[in-house]
């Protein structure tokens, strides 16, 4: 299957992940490239709460062909094109996986936390497994989210 086939494919599941409410304007970051080496310094630390962070980060690189990152604020971020969809940041006790149109994702297993506009996140801790399948999930519709809010400008 071709990456124009699959983003295809998984247009056609955007509705079951997504609740739009609405197509706010879209925030934009400059310098995002394919690969970042400051992402690369900050994901190759040797803590297990990063570890968690560079398996999730590495999931949200897969999620098609445009993906491309930059590091913002202090935390590697994802985007297609230059809008941002998800990041990765490291706490004292917690790691977070964030999306920055969370709050208009669809979240059956209850994953997402926060009460801003836009972003949620999800809290990884030490010890309590995430359902890895649900998360997937809401990383493949942030995803698909930001390529819809970009195809409606």
């Given at each position: 299957?071709?990456?124009v086939d699959a983003?295809?494919?998984?247009l056609r599941l955007w509705p079951a992940f997504l609740t739009v409410t609405s197509m706010t304007a879209i925030?934009?970051?400059s310098g995002a490239g394919k690969r970042d080496p400051l992402i690369e310094e900050w994901l190759n630390k040797t803590d297990a709460l990063t570890a968690v962070?560079?398996?999730w980060f590495k999931r949200?690189?897969?999620?098609?062909?445009?993906v491309q990152e930059l590091m913002h604020d202090g935390h590697p971020i994802v985007?297609?094109?230059d809008a941002p969809f998800a990041y990765v940041d490291v706490f004292r006790s917690h790691t977070n996986v964030g999306f920055f149109y969370g709050a208009h994702l669809d979240d059956p297993a209850g994953l997402l936390e926060g009460t801003g506009r836009n972003m949620r996140h999800v809290k990884l801790r030490p010890g309590h497994e995430p359902d890895s399948v649900a998360l997937g999930n809401l990383i493949d519709a942030?995803?698909?989210d930001v390529k819809m809010r970009l195809r409606a400008e």
């Amino acid at each position: 299957m071709s990456p124009v086939d699959a983003d295809v494919s998984m247009l056609r599941l955007w509705p079951a992940f997504l609740t739009v409410t609405s197509m706010t304007a879209i925030l934009r970051f400059s310098g995002a490239g394919k690969r970042d080496p400051l992402i690369e310094e900050w994901l190759n630390k040797t803590d297990a709460l990063t570890a968690v962070a560079r398996t999730w980060f590495k999931r949200m690189r897969a999620c098609g062909e445009d993906v491309q990152e930059l590091m913002h604020d202090g935390h590697p971020i994802v985007c297609v094109e230059d809008a941002p969809f998800a990041y990765v940041d490291v706490f004292r006790s917690h790691t977070n996986v964030g999306f920055f149109y969370g709050a208009h994702l669809d979240d059956p297993a209850g994953l997402l936390e926060g009460t801003g506009r836009n972003m949620r996140h999800v809290k990884l801790r030490p010890g309590h497994e995430p359902d890895s399948v649900a998360l997937g999930n809401l990383i493949d519709a942030s995803y698909l989210d930001v390529k819809m809010r970009l195809r409606a400008e």
